[in-house]
């Protein structure tokens, strides 16, 4: 019999569904704020048996306008390809959303792929890690909601940390507990240089820094940083249900407070736990996020929320404990596109 594992990622790597398109789109995050005149980039997928030759253009909101203005794309069958344009007159929206269109003209088609896209980017900063978000205005807030409840994410850089906060819309918030495991609220997260990729086998190693992040109960109580992976981990490893006690970051801080309905996750990660990363600006990173509210939405996936082909979903790409469950299907990737910017003005 096939492991259930060997089944979901034969799933998930499969063509996304596509009605007879000849090509997948998907429109990239922004990287640095729009109006700083950014490159951005559309993903093509060939689905064909065959070559596919064609032009891929990007429509974007009123006043915008890409260089150039379409490109040419040669793809054999099966192949992706990033395909950059550089955007000229953008402006920056407080709310962070960007309605675009991804086309692609060729092989006898029109294919359009609209989308809302966000400028995933973290500015330069050092937040007091309290729980209080009064010191985050210069962040660049990504919210999405999933199955009605509503959640926001900023994440900020400096020289020594890579800091996040994330407010999660929840009708209650269960904490994690040393002993007795069970189910409970948390925040998975993941960080790995723009050039790395997911394995598709378990004897592939792990290219990401991987981390969890729950609240604790009582007087004392501090809460948890986990970490789940790090660069040259076997995959093998980090799918086995391990128990959380033994995988406390050292150098890693959290707090996490309730506040009306929402659960507020305020985070640092030294730089001595991101081996693979380097903090300096204009880099682009990948980076992705879950969020587990078991009792409640289940798990949230930034990754679809991004636009994620279903070919996408990976069960490799997140790591595993004692007690999580992921629901029917394997989650997106971990790799997202991100950037670590000066500032978002």
């Avoid at 994330?166 to 609220?185: P, Q």
């Amino acid at each position: 019999m096939r492991s259930l594992l060997s089944i979901l990622l034969m799933t998930s790597l499969a063509a996304p569904a596509t009605g007879g398109e000849p090509v997948a789109l998907r429109a990239e995050s922004f990287t640095v704020p729009p109006s700083t005149g950014p490159v951005t980039h559309v993903a093509v997928r060939n689905l064909l048996k065959t070559p596919y030759q064609g032009a891929v253009r990007l429509r974007l909101p009123k006043g915008w306008k890409t260089n150039p203005a379409e490109r040419a794309v040669k793809l054999k069958p099966g192949e992706t390809k990033r395909v950059p344009f550089a955007v000229e007159g953008g402006r920056d929206k407080a709310a962070n959303t960007y309605p675009v269109d991804a086309v692609a003209v060729g092989g006898g088609k029109t294919v359009v792929h609209k989308q809302v896209v966000v400028c995933a980017s973290a500015p330069y900063g050092k937040p007091k890690i309290d729980g209080k978000l009064g010191d985050w205005d210069d962040a660049i807030p990504v919210t999405f909601t999933a199955r009605g409840r509503k959640t926001v994410v900023r994440t900020l850089w400096n020289k020594r940390q890579f800091c996040l906060a994330v407010e999660v819309e929840e009708v209650k918030h269960v904490t994690w507990r040393a002993k007795g495991a069970g189910k409970f609220d948390a925040v998975q997260f993941a960080i790995a240089p723009a050039a790395a990729r997911t394995g598709t086998k378990e004897t592939d190693v792990s290219t990401r820094c991987e981390f969890l992040l729950a609240g604790m109960s009582g007087l004392f109580a501090r809460d948890k940083v986990f970490a789940l992976a790090k660069p040259g981990m076997p995959l093998a490893v980090t799918q086995e249900p391990r128990p959380l006690a033994a995988l406390v970051a050292k150098n890693a801080r959290v707090v996490v407070k309730r506040r009306g309905g929402t659960t507020v996750y305020e985070c640092a990660v030294e730089a001595s736990e991101l081996p693979s990363i380097r903090m300096t600006v204009g880099r682009e990173i990948r980076f992705s996020f879950l969020v587990h509210d078991p009792d409640d939405t289940g798990l949230r996936d930034w990754g679809q929320a991004a636009g994620l082909w279903p070919s996408q979903r990976n069960p490799l790409a997140w790591s595993q404990w004692e007690g999580m469950q992921w629901g029917k299907e394997a989650p997106f990737d971990s790799k997202t596109e991100w950037g670590l910017c000066s500032s978002k003005y």
